[in-house]
């Protein structure tokens, strides 16, 4: 198995990389935001959209694909 360890020089310095390989720290990922907006199971095939903050439901779906869409449309208005 290979490690790609032959590659990497024993330094942390960016510049010391080859071209097109990257330090790890240089693309760490941002700590992701909590979701504001949940989907919640509500009946047979009935969707809530609850603001969690709140507790208020904010949407209602039949589908889950549609409540999940609208979850996320809401989360992008905010």
Same mark, same amino acid.
């Given at each position: 198995?290979?490690?790609?360890? $032959?590659?990497?020089?024993?330094? #942390?310095?960016? /510049?010391?990389?080859?071209?097109?390989?990257?330090? $790890?720290?240089?693309? %760490?990922? *941002?700590?992701? %935001?909590?979701?504001?907006?949940?989907? =919640?199971? *509500? &009946? #047979?095939?009935?969707?809530? =959209?609850?603001? =969690?903050?709140? &507790? $208020?439901?904010?949407?209602?779906?039949? #589908? $889950? #694909?549609? *409540?999940? %869409?609208?979850?996320? %449309?809401?989360? /992008?208005?905010?």
């Amino acid at each position: 198995m290979c490690t790609l360890t $032959h590659f990497v020089p024993h330094t #942390n310095h960016p /510049s010391m990389l080859p071209p097109g390989m990257f330090s $790890h720290t240089v693309f %760490a990922p *941002a700590e992701p %935001a909590m979701p504001r907006f949940q989907v =919640i199971l *509500a &009946g #047979n095939a009935f969707f809530h =959209i609850k603001e =969690i903050s709140t &507790g $208020h439901v904010r949407g209602f779906r039949s #589908n $889950h #694909n549609e *409540a999940c %869409a609208l979850a996320r %449309a809401l989360e /992008s208005r905010c």
